[in-house]
């Protein structure tokens, strides 16, 4: 079982239209949820960390479910600019591994 | 301020060649990753300095690969001999952060492999 998982997509939708990303994880003992942006051939950038009680962030919201160990991201109002990959990520406990990705959910918004 | 460099931007190479990899990371960052990203997954750690010392380096295939940061600045990342399934960008990155823990992780351009 791979320790982040996450459906790979592509979701096509039209602009302004409201889309959810979901992705599950594997150790319990994850500590610290990330939410990655990646543009085609460019490098990561960091989209959004989760938190237990949910996030927002203008048109993004993170979701943590810690026992269900399930990270979700919602983005109101797609808009062209939105279409990327997005990588969810989660950091093991100090001292060990750092940041473990998954594959990615490809996200294209079309006019 | 200036952010994580990394060349070459692009290399080729034939199998069985050697090839080398620079990252400078952001300026005072004591922790530093060199991930590996295939095409169509996510970045992999291979290695994790903090300072000039390993931290991890249980993914990195040490029959081939080596990794050196030796004044607890820059890197160099080594493959030799390469392989075809070798081909990937490889992505530095830094953190502020002494232990490397739940700080940002700051990620260069990357460098893109071929390997033919």
């Known amino acids: 079982r791979k320790e982040v998982e996450q459906d790979p997509g592509p979701f096509n939708v039209p602009e302004g239209a409201t889309v959810a990303f979901n992705c599950t994880y594997s150790?319990?003992?994850?500590?610290?949820f990330f939410w990655y942006r990646q543009d085609c051939r460019k490098e990561p950038k960091l989209l959004m960390s989760?938190?237990?009680s949910g996030n927002e962030d203008g048109r993004f919201t993170a979701q943590l479910n810690r026992a269900s160990q399930y990270i979700s991201l919602l983005i109101r109002d797609s808009k062209l600019s939105d279409s990327a990959t997005y990588l969810c990520?989660?950091?093991?406990?100090?001292?060990?591994?750092?940041?473990?990705f998954g594959s990615g959910t490809r996200l294209q918004v079309q006019p | 301020e200036a952010g994580v460099a990394q060349s070459p931007r692009y290399k080729i190479i034939e199998k069985r060649q050697s090839v080398a990899f620079w990252c400078n990371p952001i300026?005072?960052?004591?922790?530093l990753y060199w991930y590996q990203q295939i095409l169509g997954q996510g970045p992999k750690l291979l290695i994790q300095f903090q300072n000039n010392g390993v931290v991890d380096d249980s993914q990195l295939p040490k029959d081939r690969f080596s990794a050196e940061r030796l004044k607890g600045v820059d890197s160099t990342l080594k493959i030799q001999p390469a392989k075809l399934e070798d081909s990937a960008v490889y992505l530095c990155?830094?953190?502020?952060?002494?232990?490397?823990?739940?700080?940002?992780?700051?990620f260069g351009p990357g460098t893109r492999l071929t390997v033919l």
């Open positions: 150790n319990s003992a994850s500590q610290s």
């Open positions: 989760v938190y237990s």
């Open positions: 990520v989660v950091n093991l406990p100090q001292g060990r591994r750092a940041l473990t």
């Open positions: 990155a830094s953190s502020p952060h002494r232990q490397g823990g739940t700080d940002t992780q700051y």
């Open positions: 300026s005072g960052h004591a922790t």
